[in-house]
């Protein structure tokens, strides 16, 4: 069973769906013609909307966190 308030509180939904909205602005905006830099930068800035969604509800921040961040680190560290 899924703990998440974001299903179930209003409140929580109207908090975290333009963060969401925010994520998927970043990565509509990359494309074959960005540099490496603006795609790290990318998972960066969506890296830290995800931190900002796990104060407002964790358990729903697992769901759309795929990865950890040790992985998260070597994809965008390189």
């Known amino acids: 069973?899924?703990?998440?308030?974001?299903?179930?509180?209003t409140k929580i939904r109207s908090q975290i769906d333009p963060l969401l909205e925010e994520m998927a602005h970043i990565f509509a905006n990359t494309g074959q013609d960005s540099t490496l830099k603006e795609i790290k930068d990318a998972y960066k800035k969506e890296w830290l909307l995800m931190d900002r969604i796990a104060k407002i509800d964790l358990e729903f921040s697992k769901t759309i966190r795929p990865y950890?961040?040790?992985?998260?680190?070597r994809n965008t560290m390189k």
């Open 1 to 9: 069973m899924n703990n998440s308030g974001y299903y179930s509180d």
């Open 68 to 73: 950890n961040e040790q992985e998260w680190k």
